[in-house]
């Protein structure tokens, strides 16, 4: 417990790191997921089997291969984020932290596919089919009727993926960001007798910033429900 | 009869219409694919030589025997213990108990919000360094247990409610005590329900199980990791791991989908967040 106290800085650096991966990782996985997801659900056939083989390729990879992809083979075929140097104070946003953003995110948008597509398949044919006899147009049919339904059906899987991403920046430390895993794991290695103290505070931190999301998760769940 | 709720029977306007994005798509398509072979090409990757390991009889023998069949054998034993363990905390959630459900649920609760690595740099450091060879690997069998374990609690308490009231009152109504009920009535019915998930929760671990990597665990990746750093030869080497994965987790995923059609029937599988209280969603 010792060290974690007497080096509250470093602590306190390493989850801004982890903050920092979840929240960029998440906002680009939802938008490059939504992309994923309207290829998924849309008429062309042929970007359906393309979306869905992306989908059950990257969802049977472990993260770290995905990682080891563009941290360690990535680099061989000229695939660097040298251009990315961006330093905020203590903090360096640099080509290591850019690559693993970029595996978070192509891992994540796979699973953001997913829930959005259960969502949309959780809207009854029912609904459509009364839109389009009371004539609504197409994007009536859509912002009306299927989409907010769809919207509010994603919210729970949606919230999962995001809490699972949250979890899975900790593997990004095995690859030279120094978030909360790689400080936890450097604390524990220099000072093995205090592994319990270093543990339970750096779990309690993690569970308390799972607690911040699904608590937003459900604040939203609550607002849309219908009745 | 339009078979999707998101677009109506596309009229012959739209087919057309579809028919120039298909066309589009694929060029689109063939274009990625193009740029990634050349990428590949341009920087020798496609060489016989960075490739040559994987045509070797030694080295196939060493992804198969010293990486997958170590990497399954890891797996399944952290799913069983893991299947133990949730069977104990998910029971004792649903407990009358407050001295016994409310330890449960602050377990479950507690394992399934922190990340795995944390959990197997604890256990490695408290067991797994004065355990030589086998340290490492019981170090991710562990661990995996643990988390996977509160995963599956969640599993069996939804499988134990989703059995109908009516069992449990009709066994009551015969006089059989809770234990007995729980035994005979509502478990052997939840285990039909639940196995699809179990199943499922083994794609899971096995993916996790790659995490070794972090205490130097045995493995698929551990042998990737030898033969990438011999040969140099990364990005083959990640691909042939990937495929490997991939095709390990598609059997599973067919085998829960069998179970599911076997002893589910039609109705929805059984999901369970990944953790909080969300009613729906999948542990990834």
């Known amino acids: 417990m010792e060290i974690v106290l007497d080096n509250l800085d470093l602590v306190a650096l390493a989850f801004t790191y982890t903050v920092l991966l979840f929240l960029i990782a998440g906002v680009l996985s939802m938008v490059f997921g939504t992309l994923l997801a309207a290829m998924r659900v849309g008429p062309v056939d042929v970007l359906n089997k393309a979306t869905s083989v992306y989908v059950t390729l990257v969802r049977n990879t472990p993260l770290l291969i995905v990682l080891i992809f563009f941290r360690i083979a990535g680099p061989k075929v000229g695939l660097k984020f040298g251009f990315v140097e961006i330093e905020i104070g203590e903090i360096r946003i640099t080509d290591l932290f850019t690559a693993c953003v970029v595996a978070l995110t192509v891992y994540t948008a796979a699973f953001v596919c997913e829930a959005l597509r259960s969502g949309v398949n959780a809207v009854p044919l029912g609904q459509a089919e009364a839109a389009r006899a009371i004539g609504l147009p197409f994007g009536g049919t859509m912002r009306n009727v299927v989409l907010p339904q769809a919207f509010r059906a994603a919210v729970p899987p949606l919230a999962s993926v995001q809490i699972a991403l949250l979890k899975n920046t900790t593997v990004c430390g095995i690859f030279g960001v120094s978030e909360a895993f790689f400080r936890m794991h450097s604390f524990t290695n220099s000072e093995p007798g205090e592994r319990y103290g270093i543990f339970i505070s750096f779990a309690v931190i993690f569970v308390f910033l799972v607690e911040i999301v699904s608590f937003f998760a459900n604040q939203l769940e609550r607002r849309w429900r219908i009745a | ?284």
């Open chain 2, 1 to 284: 009869m339009p078979a999707n709720v998101l677009f109506d029977s596309p009229g012959p306007a739209t087919i057309a219409r579809h028919r120039i994005y298909t066309v589009l798509a694929v060029i689109g398509l063939i274009g990625v694919l193009a740029f990634v072979v050349w990428r590949l090409y341009a920087n020798g990757q496609l060489e016989y030589e960075l490739w040559e390991p994987f045509l070797t009889p030694a080295y196939i023998e060493a992804l198969l025997v010293d990486g997958l069949l170590v990497t399954l054998e890891m797996a399944f034993s952290a799913v069983l213990l893991a299947v133990v363990f949730g069977l104990i905390f998910g029971v004792g959630k649903l407990s009358d108990h407050a001295w016994i459900s409310w330890p449960c649920w602050a377990v479950v609760e507690f394992f399934r919000a922190v990340p795995v690595l944390l959990l197997m740099t604890l256990v490695f450091y408290s067991y797994g360094v004065n355990h030589g060879e086998g340290g490492a690997y019981w170090t991710v069998v562990l661990s995996l247990m643990v988390y996977n374990g509160a995963v599956l609690a969640e599993v069996f308490r939804a499988g134990i409610q989703a059995v109908p009231h009516g069992q449990a009152e009709a066994a009551y109504a015969v006089g059989m005590r809770k234990t007995q009920v729980m035994n005979i009535i509502m478990l052997p019915q939840a285990v039909k329900i639940m196995l699809p998930a179990i199943i499922s929760q083994c794609v899971v671990a096995l993916k996790d199980t790659s995490l070794g990597y972090v205490v130097a665990a045995p493995g698929l990746t551990a042998v990737g990791r030898l033969i990438y750093n011999q040969f140099e030869n990364q990005v083959p080497t990640a691909i042939v791991l990937a495929g490997m994965y991939i095709t390990v987790n598609l059997l599973l995923t067919l085998a829960a989908t069998w179970a599911q059609k076997k002893f589910v029937g039609e109705k929805k599988p059984l999901e369970v967040s990944a953790v909080g209280h969300l009613d729906d969603g999948r542990a990834v």
